[in-house]
């Protein structure tokens, strides 16, 4: 943990159906959807084994998989505020899905391998004592997915708490780009150009998975994201995802971009690696039937993510770079 070329994955999911006091929600919506047993088996995890040992199961899967990884020495994992509605309020039958901070905080505490990514809906009546309360427990980020949670990244009424941000020395991870991982959407807000103002205000914002697929007003969310880029250097972005079925390419393309290696950060969007999205077999053009047979028999799912981003040219200036932006404590 403490060696400085260690390996840190930046964007690793949990999930809970509230099993064990947790406090997690799943909306009925989205257990009935076809995508909710794709997650149980991708966490390793069954309802039933949730329900008699409570949703903390799946943080200590995650954790002993982590453990066998020879590449990747930790994981910031990402709790999820729900949507909030006018009043300021949290508003659960517009929630898909709730992982609480201080579930989260107190599971990661358990885990050295394991370090507390929190989420802050800022449309709550008290976001920035939440936000004080989430640096206090060891936050290393917070986290949206302003697309589920409804968050609006540019409404001037969100300045304080990104000076509260800023503050606290608290990078600001938000989705951007389409997002398909639930029931209902509004991918507009995924476009990276909301993301001016908190940029403009200093904050340290990165782009989880570097806008790489939707599009916004006509252009692709990629070179919105690139534009950014150009106007601010407090503009990050994590490379999770990138290398899944539906986002072909987009890793390469990213990569080609040489003055943004200092800016780009390893992510896994663990727990995709473990389904059919995510195989070095989908890469034949770019790779040797033996260097992807040789990755696809590596049987630490962190350790195979490694190996095929690097076999992509994704190199150690890139997979160290997480803790120079993280808080870390």
Known sequence: MHDPESIIDMHCHTAGIGAGGSGCFVSPALMRSWKYGIYLRAFGVTERELLEEGDALILR???????????????????????????GAPDVSRTEMFIPNEFLAAQTRRYPNLLFGASVNPLRRDALQRLEQAAQSGAVLIKWLPAIQQIDPAQERLTPF???LK????????????E?????????LG????????????????????ASNGRNR????????????RA??????????LTQLNRLGHLQRLLGHQELHGRLLYGTDMPLLNTGLVSPFAFPTCLPPRRMLAIARIANPWDR????KEALGVGADILCNARRVLRMR
């Open 180 to 188: 398909s991982s639930f029931t209902r959407t509004h991918d507009e």
């Open 218 to 229: 006509g252009e692709s969310n990629h070179e919105r994201f690139l534009r950014l880029c």
């Open 232 to 241: 601010y250097p407090n503009l990050y972005a994590d490379i999770s995802a």
């Open 305 to 308: 993510d490694v190996a095929l």
């Open 61 to 87: 899967r995650l954790s002993e998989n982590l453990a066998g990884s020879r590449r990747v020495a930790a994981a910031v994992i990402l709790a999820l505020d729900g949507v909030v509605g006018e009043d």
């Open 191 to 210: 476009d990276p150009e909301r993301l001016r103002l908190p940029l403009s205000l200093g904050v340290t914002v990165i782009a989880a998975h570097a």
């Open 162 to 164: 990104y000076l509260k």
């Open 167 to 178: 503050e606290l020395g608290l990078p600001l991870l938000s989705h951007t780009g389409a």
